[in-house]
């Protein structure tokens, strides 16, 4: 896992151009104004690129990032914002973040406690008036990663209190999520599905949205059974969900976005409603985020379950590389469980 981009704030530079209240914050991120299709990898760059021109505060920095990165979301960026805004570094994560926070150290020791430290008289880096850290760093299967590239290393940051962690499912949720994030006082680990960077195409805005953070999506309605999941694992559910409905299931579909401090009020209705939940995600089954959300419902829900909750998740194995196949949580693999859920 390597933490490739970080996106700061710093003082000393010119005032902003325009104040970050002008943005739309939008549920979905809909608008009446102009939108194009396009991938993750780039709306991602969109997003960076209006972080940059609101806020001259703004810089980007990290492992190749001056000529693209090695995913292509910061081509551009050095040429209109110049090498002081945007520029590389050692391949050193933990100098990466250091320089981030303005003193040393590494997300979990100084980050996360910042605030609580300084008796909530600082942010993260930089002044109280101008909040923030946002990590960006590539996680998720790839199809070919392997042991190093295709790990799903989020409940080792959701364990952390003082940092909030997201994740998106889609261009259009990249691009208003990333800038929320940018803009939001704590710091924040920003996980981009490897396997959506080229693969996800939809229709984005092009002006300058946000997306609520810690607000989970309801994206397919149902009566049976709540799935529970975030990330690229969405689409694969989305699949297992469509087939489970030839069948005479009904699903209900929710995305997360925000793991810390994740939405347990929707999903607590969801589970009231449906009696039956399943989650799924692509890290090993033991200790991962699943088991949090499994043991919030068993607490909230007890009386309403009609089954035990369902988890369809990786191995607990190291990310193999042939066998990746069998390692991942497929659609099938989720039918399966819904089927046996729903029969339960």
């Known amino acids: 896992m390597g933490l490739r981009n970080i996106i700061g704030k710093r003082l000393g530079l010119v005032r902003r151009r325009k104040p ?8 979905d991120g809909n608008s009446n104004g102009n939108a194009k299709s396009i991938n ?40 209109r914002f110049g090498k002081a805004r945007v520029f590389n570094t050692p391949l050193c994560e933990q100098g990466i973040v250091g320089f981030g926070i303005g003193l040393a150290a590494m997300i979990v020791n100084e980050a ?9 008289q600082f942010n993260c880096g930089v002044s109280n ?50 800038l929320s994030c940018i803009r939001d006082p704590n710091p924040v680990v920003f996980f981009e599905p490897k396997w959506l960077y080229r693969l996800a195409v939809e229709e984005v805005p092009e002006h300058d949205y946000m997306l609520p953070l810690s607000e989970a999506e309801v994206i397919r309605q149902g009566s049976d ?40 009020e929707t999903v607590e209705a969801s589970v009231r409603k449906t009696g039956r939940v399943l989650i799924s995600h692509e890290a090993p089954v033991t200790g991962g985020f699943g088991a949090e959300i499994s043991a919030s419902i ?35 693999k989720i039918l399966d469980a819904i089927k046996a859920t729903v029969n339960y």
């Open 20 to 27: 970050f209240s002008t943005a739309t914050c939008d549920g």
């Open 40 to 79: 993750l990898y780039s709306a991602i760059n969109q997003a960076l690129h209006i972080a940059l021109e609101t806020d001259n505060r703004a810089f980007v920095f990290g492992e190749d990032v001056s000529f693209g990165g090695v995913f292509r979301c910061t081509t551009g960026l050095a040429d």
């Open 112 to 120: 996360a406690k910042f605030r609580y430290r300084s008796g909530n």
């Open 129 to 178: 008036k101008f909040p923030g850290l946002t990590i960006r760093a590539p996680y998720g299967a790839v199809g070919h990663g392997g042991h190093y590239h295709s790990q799903s290393p989020e409940a080792f940051f959701c364990h952390v209190p003082g940092i909030k962690v997201v994740i998106p499912r889609s261009p259009r949720q990249a691009k208003g999520l990333l």
């Open 225 to 264: 059974i709540t799935l529970v999941g975030w990330g690229a694992q969405l689409s694969v559910m989305e699949q297992a969900c469509n087939q489970a409905e030839k069948d005479g299931i009904s699903c209900e579909l929710i995305d997360l976005r925000t793991l810390l401090p994740w939405d347990k």
């Open 298 to 332: 068993v607490e909230r829900c007890f009386l309403r379950l009609e089954a035990p909750v369902a988890r369809v998740c990786g191995l607990d194995t190291p990310f193999p590389l042939v066998f990746e196949p069998f390692y991942m949580p497929t659609k099938n």
